[in-house]
């Protein structure tokens, strides 16, 4: 048998057969086909299923709580007053600086100290700059200490000197500013 001759056969083979059984044949194969075919998809399509129905048995999260309305502007001005400092115990304040410098082993020199007044806002900002001395870490965990212990201070300024570079010390100049308020100037207090 050559090549040349199969498609002869074939058409030999199909004069043959009976055209409504060559038909059905054709059918049953074509269907076959489809059905294996459909097998992967059938099976994704189950588990598809199989997952919507535990997903639908599953409960519902808990609606979250209603969040609370946003303070008022008078409430929010009456806070921002509240974590203001005293400006009458300014002393306190910077004792409380110099006994940290002195926990972390650092040298304060004589400081510069100024007070500025807003009459508007009705606070007092009181800027402090601090030469110190000491090593790096030492200097940076007084600062946070410093606006851990005294919430209504700023951190403005931080510049490190070093003379040497084998010099295990180095000089910096801190400059802080403690916001503060006369109570009496708050809103709402008597005056």
Known sequence: MTLATLPLRARLLLARVNPLVALVLALIVAGAAVQIALVPARARLEADYEAARR?????????????????????????????????????????????????????LEQGEYRTTVDRNARLVAYQVNLPVK?????????????????????????????DAIGDAGVDARLRLTFYLAERSAAPGDAR
């Open 134 to 162: 000491g090593s790096y870490r030492a200097i940076w965990q007084f600062a946070m200490d410093v606006l851990r212990a005294i919430p209504h201070a700023s951190l403005d300024d931080v510049a490190f000197r070093r």
């Open 55 to 107: 997903l639908a048995r599953t409960p519902l999260p808990p609606r979250p709580a209603p969040s609370a309305p946003p303070p008022s502007s008078d409430q929010n001005l009456a806070q921002f007053y509240a974590t203001l400092g005293d400006a009458r115990s300014v002393e306190r304040q910077l004792k409380a600086v110099f006994a940290l410098a002195a926990r972390h082993g650092l040298t």
